[in-house]
Each structure stands twice: as structure tokens, then as C-alpha cells.
């Protein structure tokens, strides 16, 4: 089943110019081992635990979340803020 487009991922599929974001977050993903860091961290990272609770962020999201605080100097809130209001984020449509 095709999940339904909104109007908001519509306008950024048709969108025609690309951002510096855009392109420095390609640049980004092109650049850094994101495989090899991900395979490295991965059995550190915590799992959700037999009592529950809320489900861990998915380790790829907070490792470029991480990047992005070591290369600009950012605490959470203006990281929060990008990642719920820029569909540019990754480059596909979705958040970080």
C-alpha cells in the first residue's frame, strides 16, 4: 500500500532549487562513514529493556544529530527545532 503524499512532501519532491542545507547535508553523507560509524557504536548503544519504557531514538539519528552539535556548537533546543521544522533535514522528505 503507497502511503498517501502530503502537501508539504508534495512541494519538496517538486521543489526545483536546492538549499545550502540540502547541499551541505549531502556533502555531509557523502563525506562521513556513516556504515562503519554505525557498526562501531551499535552494540553500545542501549536496546529497550524487558520492563519497556520509551523506545530508544534510532542510533542513526543521533549520531548526525551528535555531528551536527560537535560541528556547530548547538545545544538541543536549536537541534530540536531543525529536526521537527526542516523536511531538508536528510534530504528525503523526513527528519533526521
Given at each position: 500500500?503507497?502511503?498517501?503524499?502530503?502537501?508539504?512532501?508534495?512541494?519538496?519532491?517538486?521543489?526545483?532549487?536546492?538549499?545550502?542545507?540540502?547541499?551541505?547535508?549531502?556533502?555531509?553523507?557523502?563525506?562521513?562513514?556513516?556504515?562503519?560509524?554505525?557498526?562501531?557504536?551499535?552494540?553500545?548503544?542501549?536496546?529497550?529493556?524487558?520492563?519497556?519504557?520509551?523506545?530508544?531514538?534510532?542510533?542513526?539519528?543521533?549520531?548526525r544529530?551528535?555531528?551536527?552539535?560537535?560541528?556547530?556548537?548547538?545545544?538541543?533546543?536549536?537541534?530540536?527545532?531543525?529536526?521537527?521544522?526542516?523536511?531538508?533535514?536528510?534530504?528525503r522528505?523526513?527528519?533526521?
Amino acid at each position: 500500500m503507497r502511503k498517501q503524499l502530503t502537501f508539504a512532501s508534495l512541494a519538496h519532491a517538486t521543489k526545483k532549487k536546492v538549499t545550502r542545507r540540502e547541499k551541505f547535508l549531502a556533502e555531509m553523507e557523502a563525506v562521513v562513514p556513516w556504515s562503519r560509524l554505525l557498526a562501531l557504536i551499535e552494540p553500545h548503544y542501549p536496546k529497550m529493556g524487558s520492563k519497556g519504557g520509551r523506545p530508544a531514538i534510532p542510533l542513526a539519528v543521533m549520531l548526525r544529530i551528535y555531528c551536527l552539535q560537535q560541528w556547530y556548537a548547538l545545544s538541543d533546543p536549536p537541534l530540536v527545532h531543525v529536526n521537527m521544522h526542516c523536511r531538508a533535514v536528510d534530504g528525503r522528505g523526513k527528519s533526521l
